[in-house]
């Protein structure tokens, strides 16, 4: 169950083959929702299901699928996912469901998905691709929670909306949020350092 | 008309696809190596996104939103269709349009202009899982646009506005293959780092009112 090629699955998306910084897959959730530490884990939560689940789902079903026809296949299974996953964060967490607003929808066209179907699901057993899609998932997710932390400390001086910094007394000594943070353009430049602090440790990263 | 024009401009450049909302970042990042090929991309892209956002409207305006379903006769002995609710499909609904689209297409240029389908390439079956052209339906959805043509305008300046912005940094990386970047941020690093300073520029037209 757990040897040792399984638990190289899991884990080497954490590092060395991230989603993210990697494989350079799924980057348009991760830049969007991440302005927020929330809703940036519930989004890094509900992809991580959605991964585990179709990647296993596809393996299952693998030899009965048409080539031609295997990507509205892929579709529809992820799409069936996205609307449990959709249905249950309106039930359960409606706040941040109407943060995330289109992208919760916009999960089933999240490549990171797709890549590691095509990539591994299709080729490979029921219990592999599982751990796979978890390990991406969890891959993911720790991008997500790294941009969502240092930009809702350094933007809005909060963490999980709780005022860190008031309570800390650092706008008494003059200290000013920096609003640069939660726009757009700042959360492509984040990953873009993200990617230059990982590359100048891992040398083998660094592309040609 | 002139509702329709300024939400055309207004998906150009003040809400562009790339620079607002990230959408379609995986292949604006990994096929931005030429203005050739991008060329091509944003045009299929483009293409797509006119077509399928305003089959996606009156799929929603006549079967998914809420009480659409009125226009059944109640003679054909379907009670109570206005009170019916089917929005949870929309998902669903909307990415088979785009799926079965985008494989209709591939077919027919495959048949009737096969130097364009190798021209394309694998780009063409990818736009099925181009987030731009998803997001623009979700888009259309939440933003509840008026009529078909609103729906269609805003699909237009979408994914004119994605073409471009693929150019722009297409070209800027063509450029910058002789620059002298630091080793780790070579190719990606320093994509992401250039997208995110033409998007602080594209943020001077947020001011625009129209």
Request: aromatic share 12%.
């Amino acid at each position: 169950m757990f040897s040792a090629k399984n638990m190289k699955l899991l884990t080497s998306p954490f590092g060395v083959n991230n989603p993210i910084t990697v494989q350079i897959l799924g980057i348009c959730s991760a830049l969007a929702v991440t302005a927020k530490l929330k809703p940036a884990f519930v989004m890094a939560l509900s992809v991580t299901v959605v991964t585990a689940f179709a990647s296993l789902i596809i393996s299952l079903i693998r030899n009965g699928i048409p080539s031609r026809i295997r990507i509205i296949v892929q579709l529809v299974v992820i799409a069936a996912l996205v609307i449990l996953v959709d249905q249950v964060l309106k039930a359960y967490v409606y706040d941040v469901s109407k943060q995330l607003s289109v992208f919760v929808g916009l999960i089933i066209t999240n490549c990171i998905i797709m890549g590691r179907i095509e990539a591994f699901a299709l080729g490979n057993k029921p219990w592999p691709s599982f751990l796979d899609g978890i390990g991406n998932g969890v891959g993911y997710g720790i991008i997500l929670i790294i941009l969502g932390f240092f930009r809702e400390l350094l933007g809005a001086g909060t963490l999980w909306g709780y005022p860190v910094l008031e309570k800390l007394g650092l706008y008494h000594v003059g200290y000013v949020n920096n609003g640069l943070m939660i726009l757009p353009p700042m959360a492509l430049i984040c990953v873009g350092l993200i990617i230059w602090i990982q590359r100048s440790r891992n040398k083998n990263l660094i592309e040609k | 008309m002139e509702n329709i024009i300024s939400i055309f401009i207004k998906s150009i450049f003040i809400d562009n696809m790339v620079f607002a909302f990230f959408f379609g970042m995986c292949s604006f990042i990994a096929v931005s190596k030429s203005v050739k090929t991008a060329m091509g991309l944003g045009a299929a892209v483009t293409f797509v996104m006119v077509t399928t956002v305003p089959l996606n409207y009156l799929l929603n305006e006549y079967i998914l939103s809420p009480g659409a379903l009125g226009w059944i006769n109640p003679a054909y002995g379907v009670g109570g269709a206005q009170e019916v609710d089917l929005s949870f499909l929309s998902f669903i609904l909307f990415i088979a349009v785009i799926a079965s689209f985008v494989q209709l297409v591939e077919m027919v240029v495959e048949k009737f202009a096969p130097a364009l389908y190798n021209q394309l390439g694998i780009f063409l079956p990818l736009i099925a899982v181009n987030c731009a052209i998803m997001g623009g339906s979700l888009f259309m959805q939440e933003r509840a646009y008026a009529s078909a043509g609103e729906a269609t305008a805003f699909a237009a300046g979408s994914g004119i506005g994605w073409w471009l912005a693929i150019i722009l940094l297409a070209a800027i990386r063509e450029k910058i293959t002789y620059s002298n970047v630091p080793a780790p941020l070579k190719g990606v690093g320093i994509t992401f780092i250039l997208t995110g300073l033409m998007g602080i520029a594209f943020m001077t037209f947020m001011g625009i009112q129209l």
